[in-house]
T-cell receptor, first 113, second 115 residues
Framework: DTGVSQDPRHKITKRGQNVTFRCDPISEHNRLYWYRQTLGQGPEFLTYFQNEAQLEKSRLLSDRFSAERPKGSFSTLEIQRTEQGDSAMYLC???????????FGPGTRLTVT | AQKITQTQPGMFVQEKEAVTLDCTYDTSDQSYGLFWYKQPSSGEMIFLIYQGSYDEQNATEGRYSLNFQKARKSANLVISASQLGDSAMYFCAMRVTSGTYKYIFGTGTRLKVLA
């Protein structure tokens, strides 16, 4: 069990560029979550998947954000036309079945200049 | 709407003493779960403890216990015998279990353990 991994760990991009982050959950976990965390705040829910189905999306997730989880394994989060307000830590977490415990990855820190 | 409130932005505690971190929640659902996570300076969120809304006894995990008062809608975390390694951000979270697996987090409490 290698835990949840995220790539890249850090990303610096210019405003207007597109970025894509990857999350690899724990292999047998069927649920996968994306959160955004800004400085001094708790994680804010963005979206979650059960297997390959995206079951819930936050209203925080504008049209510039899209997430996929093809084949129910890894997931990608894409932000198009980045804005300075998108600068944050993007956290991925996974869980299994009816278990309440989420396992978090180390996060991807995005800086938009 | 569901909400988690943590009113203590920062707390200090002397090493080896106990400390209580406050959390209140708001939901109209009868079935929900309450969680505490620790986030050290390295950034990774670590699950500490869980309490289900129908659990009659307070949850305990080693030095962590959750003081669950359903009528007051509070779920305070008690850390006994504080250690220097307990210095971190602590987040309270809730998951409503009817029809969603969405988690809602509070704004956190930064705990500093003093030697």
């Amino acid at each position: 069990d290698t835990g949840v991994s995220q790539d890249p760990r850090h990303k610096i991009t210019k405003r207007g560029q597109n970025v894509t982050f990857r999350c690899d959950p724990i292999s047998e976990h069927n649920r996968l979550y994306w959160y955004r965390q800004t400085l001094g705040q708790g994680p804010e829910f963005l979206t979650y998947f059960q297997n390959e189905a995206q079951l819930e999306k936050s209203r925080l997730l504008s049209d510039r954000f899209s997430a996929e989880r093809p084949k129910g394994s890894f997931s990608t989060l894409e932000i198009q036309r980045t804005e300075q307000g998108d600068s944050a830590m993007y956290l991925c977490a996974s869980s299994q079945g009816r278990s309440y415990e989420q396992y978090f990855g180390p996060g991807t820190r995005l800086t938009v200049t | 709407a569901q909400k988690i409130t943590q009113t203590q932005p920062g707390m200090f505690v002397q090493e080896k003493e106990a400390v209580t971190l406050d959390c209140t929640y708001d939901t109209s659902d009868q079935s929900y779960g309450l969680f505490w996570y620790k986030q050290p300076s390295s950034g990774e969120m670590i699950f500490l403890i869980y309490q289900g809304s129908y659990d009659e006894q307070n949850a305990t995990e080693g030095r962590y216990s959750l003081n669950f008062q359903k009528a007051r809608k509070s779920a305070n975390l008690v850390i006994s015998a504080s250690q220097l390694g307990d210095s971190a951000m602590y987040f309270c979270a809730m998951r409503v279990t009817s029809g969603t697996y969405k988690y809602i987090f509070g704004t956190g409490t930064r705990l500093k353990v003093l030697a």
